[in-house]
């Protein structure tokens, strides 16, 4: 199996194994979100995982955010735990793949998630579903891990994948992590 597969990712699902899952949306993700005004842009959270991003701008009265996952699992539960959320806007399926058009793109763990090889490949497919002037925001580790998933990276690495093609690329370290992430992500922002 490729360890990377949609196989591979369902089977830790059913497995139990999701360390990364911290049971709620991140503190800098949240307190981007707090400070939005508009609540009808299109979101799009890749990689959602339980969805608890989502769920949170749901609850909090945005109208217009999409999840994509790999696996089904983690869509399954998201569904059973949000009733009223639109159906349509829940996609199983590869981000790589996926076509829309988001004013507004969240990076939580998917990154970290694919290999490394497909990074330029994910700040292109970022660039392409964002319209004009969309933007990307959300954590990146700033650590390298021995092994991954989870895979670490550095700023400057980072910074050649995006400065291709986005306008404005902002990579600072995060002043808000969750204690379990203190000093190991950069909060990122990027303008198409
Ligand atoms: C490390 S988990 C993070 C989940 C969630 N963002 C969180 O922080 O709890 C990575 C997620 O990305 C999903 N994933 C991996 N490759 C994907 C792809 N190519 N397209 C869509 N989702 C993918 C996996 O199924 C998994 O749910």
Redesign the pocket.
């Known amino acids: 199996m490729d360890h ?1 597969s ?1 196989e591979f ?2 089977l ?2 059913q497995n139990k194994e ?1 360390g ?3 049971g709620e949306i ?1 503190t800098p993700i949240k307190a981007y979100f707090d400070q939005i005004e508009n609540k009808e842009i299109k979101v799009l ?9 989502a769920e949170y701008l749901f609850k909090s009265g945005f109208s217009n955010v999409h999840i ?4 089904q699992e ?1 869509l399954i539960r998201f569904k059973d735990r949000n009733k009223d959320y639109p159906r349509v806007n829940i996609h199983l ?4 793949t ?1 076509n829309g058009s988001y004013n507004l793109i969240i990076e ?3 990154f ?3 290999n490394p090889f ?1 990074r330029q490949s994910y700040a292109d497919k970022i660039n392409s579903l964002l319209k004009p002037q969309g933007k990307m925001i959300g954590v990146l580790f700033n650590r390298e891990f021995q092994y991954g ?2 895979y670490g990276g550095t700023k400057n690495e980072y910074l050649v994948y995006f400065k291709k093609k986005f306008s404005e690329v902002m990579i600072e370290e995060c002043y808000n992590s969750i204690e379990s992430r203190d000093n190991s992500e950069f909060f990122i922002k990027m303008i198409k």
């Open positions: 990377l949609k990712w369902s830790r699902y999701t990364w899952d911290i991140s959270i890749p990689g959602c995982g339980y969805g608890h991003e994509i996952d790999i696996a983690p399926g590869d981000l790589f996926h939580q763990t998917m970290c998630a694919i497909l998933p989870p």
